[in-house]
């Protein structure tokens, strides 16, 4: 299979602190998206770095691709209790056309 | 339409009923899919399609699942003779390669089967 694995499968910290996210994944990919979901309705689409890039960052997100590893993570820094929600990852491999893959997700905690 | 428009948003039918779940995509996206969330599951692949046609159908459950997609836009997936375990949310999403491949989702279709 395909799927990315985000991991931890849950995370509770502290409003202001860090909190990070790891995927990781099996194919060669030709991108990879970070998502965000609330109380189970869509999903909102946080960030894409592609295969060839190594960094991205947007606002307090911080996100990484090891292309070597198969993997990478999602940095949320000073969080908020409005963080808390569900982060999945997702890879649409080079053999498998736009056929995007999501993995279980993280379910972060932001605890006041 | 500005976003991926889905209906209906809540669905309850009985056992054994037919249901249609209904996705309007971001107009211009040529790329559509459709997955399955259960209560605190991650996202299950139904379908996707590239214009009208289906290059994977794999994650469909059985043959109780179809999918169609008319004129490179709406789509329709039904679930013939609904079973409990079909309860979930159905997530539609669409892209392309103008959008950068970025996924757009709709706020889902709940389906409670009783």
């Known amino acids: 299979s395909q799927q990315g694995e985000e991991d931890p499968q849950a995370l509770s910290i502290q409003e202001g602190e860090n909190a990070t996210m790891n995927c990781s994944y099996k194919t060669s990919i030709n991108n990879l998206q970070w998502y965000r979901q609330n109380s189970g309705r869509g999903l909102v689409h946080l960030i894409l770095i592609r295969s060839n890039e190594r960094e991205k960052h947007s606002g307090r997100l911080r996100v990484t691709l090891d292309t070597s590893k198969k993997s990478s993570s999602l940095l949320i820094t000073a969080s908020r209790a409005a963080d808390t929600a569900s982060y999945f990852c997702?890879?649409?491999?080079?053999?498998?056309?736009?056929?995007?893959?999501f993995g279980p997700g993280t379910r972060l905690s932001v605890l006041p | 339409g500005a976003g991926v428009s889905q209906s209906p948003s809540n669905k309850v039918t009985e056992k054994g009923k037919d249901v249609e779940l209904r996705c309007d995509p971001i107009?211009?996206?040529?790329?559509l899919y459709w997955y399955r969330q259960s209560l605190g599951q991650g996202l299950e692949f139904l379908i996707y399609?590239?214009?009208?046609?289906?290059?994977?159908k794999s994650g469909l459950p059985s043959d109780r699942f179809s999918a169609e997609r008319t004129g490179g836009s709406v789509s329709t997936l039904t679930i013939q003779r609904t079973q409990q375990e079909d309860s979930a949310v159905y997530l539609c999403?669409?892209?392309?390669?103008?959008?950068?491949?970025?996924?757009?989702f709709g706020e889902g279709s709940w389906l409670t089967v009783v």
């Open positions: 997702a890879t649409d491999a080079k053999d498998y056309g736009q056929n995007f893959v």
């Open positions: 999403a669409s892209s392309s390669t103008i959008s950068g491949n970025t996924i757009y």
């Open positions: 399609f590239q214009g009208n046609s289906a290059p994977d």
């Open positions: 107009s211009g996206h040529t790329a």
